[in-house]
């Protein structure tokens, strides 16, 4: 625990103007992230008696050990940098909201020919227009199939759209009218991108005018005796006030605004936000964090507003958005925001009347997840605790091992032999942390001997981390340590137990390794497919936990883990081997020229018939690449005819045959 006052700056070194400071611990790693209207005084603050600081505000000063600043011009400037650096360096100590489901959004990919209308998660594209998000995908779909009866937009995937283009014939969607069929040339691509636009448009709440301008039609459709038109046209508007109907009116003057809720306790805080545009709800989504910071609710509300708005642009961000409580700096944040939309927005309190009415129920969305969080995590926590608490008893170890690390080896009867390495912290996976090793040191099959290699990279990548950032200085260096940039480092933090894939060999080549490299406060167990048996090193008989035991259950989630991503790796090595071509051997050919060669030639073996000048017709390709290509295909041998396995009949050369393709499949190990 680091003394503040060994760190703190000189009152007239820190700038009493608007920046941005961060707080770094011993390894230089950045714990935390600020922004203030003036430095001095913001920082000041940190530097004063512990006893009078917040609990959380403490921990994170003491476990500090220097501060630096960057100053900016203006607050806005401020408050931008802070929201980069905290994606960037992911900060321990800041509030991070967490989403606790991936939540659908309904896409328009006005980014095509043929706009595409379809459900999407993740991040957004561009060229995408999107519309939620929503609660439910079936929500999504259920919208979607009741507007296509009017819009009858494309729906079908890249490769449905292909192949009925290529029969000439539209699937069931186009024959039953809910699909305009553009694949067939029922409608140009002009047409179909305008009902791309009317479909946006309905949906982003313009429904008044198009319900209006259908009733004329129908109305002028019976005077003229089309009867049959006009009924279409009757129950085009009956589907699409059905659809309306989805998501009710909440606010009678077609406002769009988000609404912004936060239920919290003292160590945790649910926040929720409804999405109303056009007076309806057109989305809904919530977030959850720890308070790892003192920080009360309008400073909730201020992280909640950069995570919702930090990567959007345009009508993304509405017009109002409304808040239970307004943040210090609410002129600096209507500013960014203003900046982000284009035009001016609205940051308040609602008051009175139907906007503070949804507020009310917005809040008590908030409180509903807050309380089935803590339902949840309760359980999980208790399970994850004693789960650690066991495998801590079983092997002796000095307390609960918070970070274990599992490896695991992978090969196909010897060849593209590949390891993996799984990290769980606290009994959860963290996947940002995993890495994956090509065995380098030898050919051929040797889990033993892979198992050392592993260990003795990861380990030693370890040590240079360690001598890097000043932790770790052997006698026999004189070089300086770089400065570090605060980011998280690969291989930086030891785990408390390792875990290795098999029995007492590959424990023995594991804690072999780590004795090597003079490291003796790391533990090792391995976990053996065939009994599920715990080995440790030195030891003649295994470890038997219970059947029942969450801790074993636990080092079978991690072992099992492992081996699934070795077994991805080495499936991805191979069949890029297996698809390898002579082409691949051309130095600083890339994969769009190779494609433009193909595409030009139509095989490799045409290519290789091409000459010098034949291939410099191609775009892109210089004299000096042509001749690259000309003397690597007169090198490559050409494989022997491809054989179809399922037939017997022999495949004419016009594509490159995979090596092996005819080879029998083995299994992974």
């Not at 066991?390 to 695991?408: G, M, T, V, Y």
Request: proline fraction near 6%; charge should be negative.
């Amino acid at each position: 625990m680091a003394d503040p006052s060994s760190y703190r700056p000189e009152p007239g070194q820190i700038p009493d103007s608007p920046g941005v400071y961060k707080f770094r611990d011993e390894h230089r790693r950045v714990i935390y992230v600020g922004k203030a209207k003036s430095l001095r005084q913001r920082l000041a603050s940190y530097f004063q008696d512990l006893a009078g600081l917040h609990p959380r505000t403490a921990t994170m000063v003491t476990t500090a050990a220097s501060v630096e600043w960057t100053v900016v011009s203006t607050e806005v400037e401020a408050l931008q940098l802070e929201y980069s650096w905290i994606k960037e360096f992911d900060p321990r100590f800041n509030v991070k909201y967490r989403d606790d489901k991936s939540y659908p959004s309904l896409a328009v990919t006005l980014n095509e020919e043929y706009p595409r209308v379809q459900v999407m998660r993740g991040p957004k594209k561009k060229g995408v227009r999107y519309f939620g998000p929503y609660g439910h995908a079936w929500a999504i779909r259920e919208t979607v199939d009741l507007m296509l009866r009017v819009f009858p937009v494309r729906t079908c995937s890249a490769g449905v759209f292909k192949r009925s283009a290529q029969i000439g014939r539209p699937c069931l969607l186009g024959y039953i009218g809910k699909c305009s069929a553009p694949c067939v040339g029922r409608v140009t691509p002009e047409e179909h991108r305008e009902l791309a636009e009317d479909f946006c448009d309905f949906m982003a709440g313009r429904t008044g005018t198009y319900l209006s301008r259908l009733e004329k039609e129908m109305h002028a459709a019976a005077e003229d005796m089309e009867y049959e038109k006009a009924a279409r046209l009757r129950d085009d508007i009956g589907a699409l006030r059905r659809a309306m109907e989805k998501n009710a009116v909440v606010l009678a003057d077609a406002t769009d605004a988000d609404l912004i809720a936060v239920a919290e306790d003292e160590l945790e805080a649910a926040v929720q936000i409804f999405h109303v545009r056009g007076g309806r709800v057109r989305g809904q989504r919530g977030w959850v964090t720890d308070k790892v910071e003192a920080v009360d609710t309008a400073g909730l509300v201020e992280h909640a507003l950069q995570q919702l708005y930090g990567e959007e642009k345009g009508e993304a961000v509405p017009k109002e958005v409304l808040v239970p409580a307004l943040p210090e700096d609410t002129p600096v944040l209507s500013q960014w925001l203003a900046d982000r939309r284009g035009s001016q927005v609205s940051l308040r309190i609602p008051q009175r009347g139907d906007k503070k009415a949804l507020m009310e129920t917005v809040h008590r969305n908030a409180l509903q997840s807050l309380a089935l969080h803590k339902t949840k995590r309760a359980s999980d926590l208790t399970t994850r605790s004693r789960a650690l608490e066991e495998i801590a008893a079983a092997l002796d170890l000095d307390s609960a091992p918070l970070r274990i690390e599992c490896f695991d080896i992978s090969h196909l009867q010897g060849d593209d032999v590949v390891a993996s390495m799984v990290v769980f912290e606290d009994g959860l996976a963290r996947k940002s942390e995993y890495r994956r090793f090509q065995i380098k040191s030898f050919e051929g099959q040797d889990d033993v001997r892979s198992m050392h290699e592993v260990v003795s990279r990861r380990f030693r990548r370890y040590l240079q981390e360690k001598l890097r950032t000043g932790e770790w200085d052997p006698e026999d260096d004189d070089g300086e340590v770089p400065e570090d940039d605060g980011k998280p480092k690969r291989f930086a933090y030891p785990p408390q137990l390792v875990v290795v894939d098999g029995g007492q060999p590959q424990v023995a080549a594991a804690k072999r390794a780590l004795e090597e490299l003079g490291i003796d406060d790391v533990a090792v167990c391995g976990l053996a497919k065939r009994l599920e048996e715990v080995w440790v090193p030195g030891e003649d008989d295994p470890v038997v936990l219970p059947r029942t035991s969450e801790g074993l259950y636990l080092l079978q989630r991690v072992r099992d883990e492992a081996h699934r991503f070795a077994i991805q790796y080495q499936r991805n090595k191979r069949g890029k081997r297996l698809k390898s071509g002579p082409l691949d051997e051309v130095p600083g050919l890339g994969e769009s020229r190779k494609q433009a060669l193909i595409k030009h030639f139509g095989s490799v073996k045409k290519l290789r018939q091409a000459t010098i000048d034949q291939i410099c017709e191609v775009p892109g390709i210089g004299r000096k690449t042509a001749e690259t290509v000309v003397a690597a295909l007169a090198r490559a041998v050409p494989a022997g005819p491809a054989v179809n396995t399922a037939t017997g009949e022999i495949i004419e050369d016009e594509t490159p045959a995979p090596a092996g393709a005819s080879s029998e499949r083995g299994t992974e190990q």
